[in-house]
């Protein structure tokens, strides 16, 4: 009886390993097929509150987390400033008014909105439309001096040190200022020209002298593949176009592109509505740094409009699903600004450490160089970021926060194509709520796998030193996720 005793009790005590080997096993032959590193493999699997973990290799080991960065930036952001948080844009008179004539400046202060465009309200004009209008009932309809922006919310950082100059004249890599437009990137429409090799050709929009294009792309025949790149000349309008153009070529081609000086083409393009709109302007739009207009003492100032942005839960849920560079470089630069006093990434650093340390998130090996995991100076472990996930989970802001993930199979988010290889993948896809890393040689994925009827399950991969571009890294994630979910069921 003793013996039968003592075998039961070691069937017992065996079987969680023996699941945990087999999983174990599945896991290292996905890597192994799609020769990823184990040494670069870092993995975590367990159930809200930590209670079971169903699988871990290396949790505890620091990598590049790619664009999972932005599940800080964004936690951190609904925990600081609240879903409700807005911002703010001001426009100002500067000077007095006489028979319909403003005698001074148009002055428009940024505070970090990221959200003036079309992705909102439709038209990317429509703000300056209705300033356009605010400034007619009052009567004005010629300004004598500029358009001016001012920009002073933030540092004058507009790229993080820590970016490749590669990513400079990507749309993913546009610059950070207080007074933003369009995401800081103009459309430049292709069509080719007449012949093959002659100068392909170009348009603005909108055309308001924000960048200035020495351009070698050219016309080519039909047998190649269409292809652009932009070369920039940092701290210059200038930038240079390279590639080709198909003589076959019907249809718009656009290429969305940085601009060198977002404060400038937001005045310019404001000018340029206005004189739309009928209120002529005599001087252009400038960046205030630049111009260093002087105010005299005792100008009238009035306050004629302010743009209040969409809410934060709506900017966030645009940032985590369409992973968003742009809007979490400003959301993180406004943590600095709002709750340490300087809009700098140091000061956002700060804040989101004092945000871990109040969760009781552990710190160590953890590095966020800026907001959006572009940097390849970002380390987190799987195990922060699970923790992270446990604690969004009960924080009040809980149904924002797993509401902006993206999920499998959904259009409108990055894991629109993904999980959609076999039956069980679509079946399960609808059930992933998961934020999407990618940069060269890493791919990652966080997130919760929430099957009806069934705990849900945390989790975060996280690979590193992925051979080539580092694209084999999402079929391998894919199938981790459903390896995860099986083992996770069969318990």
Same mark, same amino acid.
């Given at each position: 009886?003793?013996?039968?005793?003592?075998?039961?009790?070691?069937?017992?005590?065996?079987?969680?390993?023996?699941?945990?080997?087999?999983?174990?096993?599945?896991?290292?032959?996905?890597?192994?097929?799609?020769?990823?590193?184990?040494?670069?493999?870092?993995?975590?699997?367990?159930?809200?509150?930590?209670?079971?973990?169903?699988?871990?290799?290396?949790?505890?080991?620091?990598?590049?987390?790619?664009?999972?960065?932005?599940?800080?930036?964004?936690?951190?952001?609904?925990?600081?400033?609240?879903?409700?948080?807005?911002?703010?844009?001001?426009?100002?008179?500067?000077?007095?008014?006489?028979?319909?004539?403003?005698?001074?400046?148009?002055?428009?202060?940024?505070?970090?909105?990221?959200?003036?465009?079309?992705?909102?309200?439709?038209?990317?004009?429509?703000?300056?439309?209705?300033?356009?209008?605010?400034?007619?009932?009052?009567?004005?309809?010629?300004?004598?001096?500029?358009?001016?922006?001012?920009?002073?919310?933030?540092?004058?950082?507009?790229?993080?040190?820590?970016?490749?100059?590669?990513?400079?004249?990507?749309?993913?890599?546009?610059?950070?200022?207080?007074?933003?437009?369009?995401?800081?990137?103009?459309?430049?429409?292709?069509?080719?020209?007449?012949?093959?090799?002659?100068?392909?050709?170009?348009?603005?929009?909108?055309?308001?002298?924000?960048?200035?294009?020495?351009?070698?792309?050219?016309?080519?025949?039909?047998?190649?593949?269409?292809?652009?790149?932009?070369?920039?000349?940092?701290?210059?309008?200038?930038?240079?176009?390279?590639?080709?153009?198909?003589?076959?070529?019907?249809?718009?081609?656009?290429?969305?592109?940085?601009?060198?000086?977002?404060?400038?083409?937001? *005045? $310019?393009?404001?000018?340029?509505?206005?004189?739309? +709109?009928?209120?002529?302007?005599?001087?252009? !739009?400038?960046? %205030?740094? #630049?111009?260093?207009?002087?105010?005299?003492?005792?100008?009238?100032?009035?306050?004629?409009?302010?743009?209040?942005?969409?809410?934060?839960?709506?900017?966030?849920?645009?940032?985590?699903?369409?992973?968003?560079?742009?809007?979490?470089?400003?959301?993180?630069?406004?943590?600095?600004?709002?709750?340490?006093?300087?809009?700098?990434?140091? *000061? $956002?650093?700060?804040?989101?450490?004092?945000?871990? +340390?109040?969760?009781?998130?552990?710190?160590? !090996?953890?590095? %966020?160089? #800026?907001?959006?995991?572009?940097?390849?100076?970002?380390?987190?472990?799987?195990?922060?970021?699970?923790?992270?996930?446990?604690?969004?989970?009960?924080?009040?802001?809980?149904?924002?926060?797993?509401?902006?993930?993206?999920?499998?199979?959904?259009?409108?988010?990055?894991?629109?194509?993904?999980?959609?290889?076999?039956?069980?993948?679509? *079946?399960?896809?609808?059930?992933?709520?998961?934020?999407?890393?990618?940069?060269?040689?890493?791919?990652?994925?966080?997130?919760?796998?929430?099957?009806?009827?069934?705990?849900?399950?945390?989790?975060?991969?996280?690979?590193?030193?992925?051979?080539?571009?580092?694209?084999?890294?999402?079929?391998?994630?894919?199938?981790?996720?459903?390896?995860?979910?099986?083992?996770?069921?069969?318990?």
């Amino acid at each position: 009886m003793r013996k039968l005793v003592l075998l039961l009790v070691l069937c017992l005590s065996a079987s969680p390993s023996a699941g945990q080997s087999t999983l174990d096993h599945e896991i290292r032959g996905i890597i192994s097929k799609y020769h990823i590193p184990a040494s670069g493999a870092g993995i975590l699997a367990r159930a809200p509150g930590g209670a079971t973990t169903y699988y871990a290799l290396h949790p505890d080991t620091p990598r590049m987390p790619a664009s999972n960065m932005k599940l800080w930036t964004t936690s951190a952001a609904l925990d600081a400033l609240g879903p409700d948080y807005q911002y703010s844009t001001y426009l100002t008179t500067v000077g007095r008014v006489k028979d319909g004539t403003l005698e001074g400046h148009l002055w428009v202060t940024g505070r970090g909105d990221p959200t003036i465009s079309d992705r909102f309200e439709g038209d990317r004009f429509a703000t300056m439309k209705e300033w356009a209008e605010d400034l007619k009932r009052l009567g004005i309809r010629h300004v004598t001096g500029c358009v001016v922006g001012d920009d002073d919310y933030f540092d004058d950082v507009m790229r993080n040190p820590a970016w490749k100059k590669a990513h400079y004249m990507e749309w993913y890599g546009a610059p950070i200022s207080e007074l933003s437009y369009n995401d800081n990137c103009l459309l430049v429409h292709w069509k080719p020209g007449k012949r093959v090799n002659a100068p392909a050709l170009y348009a603005f929009e909108p055309d308001v002298g924000a960048m200035t294009l020495v351009n070698h792309v050219k016309t080519s025949s039909s047998r190649r593949r269409d292809g652009r790149w932009y070369l920039p000349h940092v701290g210059d309008v200038t930038a240079e176009a390279l590639g080709t153009v198909r003589i076959t070529r019907k249809g718009d081609l656009a290429d969305w592109v940085p601009v060198d000086n977002p404060t400038q083409f937001f *005045a $310019a393009t404001f000018r340029a509505v206005l004189i739309n +709109k009928g209120i002529t302007v005599d001087g252009p !739009g400038v960046d %205030q740094d #630049d111009a260093k207009i002087k105010v005299a003492s005792g100008t009238p100032l009035r306050r004629v409009a302010v743009y209040k942005s969409p809410t934060l839960a709506e900017i966030v849920k645009v940032t985590n699903r369409r992973s968003q560079n742009f809007y979490a470089e400003m959301i993180f630069k406004t943590l600095g600004r709002v709750k340490a006093g300087t809009g700098t990434c140091a *000061a $956002a650093r700060k804040v989101v450490l004092d945000f871990m +340390k109040r969760w009781k998130i552990p710190t160590k !090996g953890f590095h %966020q160089q #800026d907001g959006s995991g572009l940097a390849t100076e970002n380390q987190v472990t799987p195990r922060q970021i699970v923790d992270l996930l446990d604690v969004m989970d009960k924080h009040p802001a809980s149904p924002v926060f797993w509401d902006s993930l993206p999920v499998g199979g959904e259009r409108g988010g990055s894991l629109h194509h993904r999980f959609q290889r076999t039956r069980r993948e679509r *079946a399960l896809a609808p059930h992933i709520s998961a934020k999407t890393g990618s940069i060269n040689k890493v791919r990652a994925l966080s997130g919760v796998c929430r099957p009806e009827e069934r705990e849900p399950v945390f989790f975060s991969i996280l690979l590193n030193d992925i051979p080539g571009s580092g694209y084999a890294g999402i079929p391998a994630i894919d199938e981790i996720v459903m390896a995860l979910a099986e083992h996770a069921e069969r318990r």
